[in-house]
């Protein structure tokens, strides 16, 4: 079945630092992978958007790349801030309708 | 300007209620969602619907019937609610380019059963 695994236990980094995500995918051959953001009380909020036929998207000081070899998709958040913390979500679809969330990581960037 | 919108925020009912939940769009798009999330924080589709009509139906005990009266609003109705059903259930839109389908949430709606 499908299978889309992130990071289960919180990311602690230092203010400053660039903050590395990871979302691995098995039995699924995505056309696109999202990445949304998630803060406590609130419905997550769409970041990024990466296709199957690119390798890199940047935004800001948001970096996301999409390896379909290795099934594979690391978010980066660079110079990181205390406002960065939430629960960071991967998401994939084959091109319709329907989006597959990934299980989350939260990340917490402290000062 | 809230561009999704549920209510009730909070539902806190006892077991073997109906109750219903309110989702209403204000950005023109033509695809509307339900997601059920559970204590875990897991995000799971449970049905969508495309111009009012039914396109996602994920496996779902049919206590959950949606309802689309028009394509920016989106109902859940519950039937004969039971434990299990305490999570967070969020409403989210998207434009149907068939180009990633970016989705739009609301801030969900808290259904606590007793």
């Known amino acids: 079945s499908q299978k889309i695994e992130q990071n289960s236990e919180a990311l602690n980094i230092q203010e400053g630092k660039t903050a590395t995500l990871t979302c691995n995918y098995t039995n699924y051959s995505p056309a696109y992978l999202q990445w949304y953001r998630q803060d406590p009380g609130r419905g997550p909020v769409f970041l990024l958007l990466?296709?199957?036929?690119?390798k890199e998207k940047r935004k800001e000081r948001l970096k996301v790349t999409f390896d379909t070899t290795l099934k594979q998709s690391l978010f980066h958040i660079t110079a990181s801030q205390p406002a960065d913390s939430a629960t960071y979500l991967c998401a994939l679809t084959g091109g319709g309708n329907k989006l597959t969330f990934g299980t989350g990581t939260q990340l917490k960037v402290e000062l | 300007d809230t561009a999704v919108s549920q209510t009730p925020k909070y539902l806190v009912t006892q077991m073997g209620n109906d109750k219903s939940i309110k989702c209403e769009q204000n950005?023109?798009?033509?695809?509307m969602y339900w997601y059920k999330q559970d204590s875990k924080k897991f995000l799971k589709i449970m049905f969508s619907y495309n111009n009012k009509e039914l396109i996602i139906n994920e496996t779902v005990p049919n206590r959950f019937s949606p309802k689309s009266p028009d394509k920016a609003h989106l109902n859940l109705h519950i039937n004969s609610l039971e434990l299990g059903d305490s999570a967070v259930y969020f409403c989210?839109?998207?434009?149907?380019?068939?180009?990633?389908?970016?989705?739009?949430f609301g801030d969900g709606t808290r259904l606590s059963i007793l």
């Open positions: 950005l023109g798009h033509d695809t």
């Open positions: 990466i296709r199957e036929n690119e």
């Open positions: 989210a839109s998207s434009q149907d380019t068939g180009h990633g389908v970016i989705q739009h």
